[in-house]
């Protein structure tokens, strides 16, 4: 609905380059109408814009080249039910969205983290996947250097590869469930240490030892960091 007064601003302030996501599709054919180069951006990372692109392009993931990437039958069942409310337009649509970039696509994420991810990306949409983050917001608070510094100094303390970073992103907050089985989780990987952020919503007083399981941070202690975020 919003198209006929996109174009409208186009046709007025003639940008020249358009930045858009793949939710607007017809933002990227709005400019391509008007000879302006558009570049899609990815908010998500190359993983699930990777998988994302096979799934539109397969209708099923066997077959994904990625199989740590992978889903439980119960997760699939509920993709493709509503995989197929999608209408077949709009999977087009999606789909055009990404492989109508000029020359390049901008993601968010890091060559370090996503590198085979971005190269498959660049590969099947015939552009160059440029990572331009992780972007994240930093929010100044006493004491944060101090913190950010007994950090290094434990990472410097652990071999290379042997830690693991856990992090839902800045808008989901765990429910209880899901914080107990994914300490469940990291107890069972005995030989990975790891740091885990831990959102919870602004006005929530949850203390961080009634979310864990009973003696957790105990059975964990030396080789894992949890932070707490509200």
Known sequence: MASPSFCDILDRIKPDLLIYDVFQPWAAEAAASRKIPAVCYSITGAASMAFAHYLLRHRTTSGFPFPEICMRPDELKNLRKNYENVNLDERIAILRAMEMSTKICLINTS???????????????????????????????????EEDVEMMKWLDGKQKHSTLYLSFGSEYYLSREEIQEIAKGLELI???NFIWVIRFPAGE??????????????????????VEIT
């Open 111 to 145: 060559r370090e983290i996503k590198g085979k991810y971005i190269d498959y990306i660049s590969e099947k949409l015939g552009n160059t996947a440029v990572p331009i983050g992780s972007l994240i917001r930093v929010q100044e608070k006493k004491g944060s250097k």
């Open 190 to 192: 005995s030989n990975a």
């Open 205 to 226: 007083e949850t203390p961080l030892e009634e979310a864990l399981p009973n003696g957790f941070l105990e059975r964990v202690k030396g080789r894992g960091i949890i």
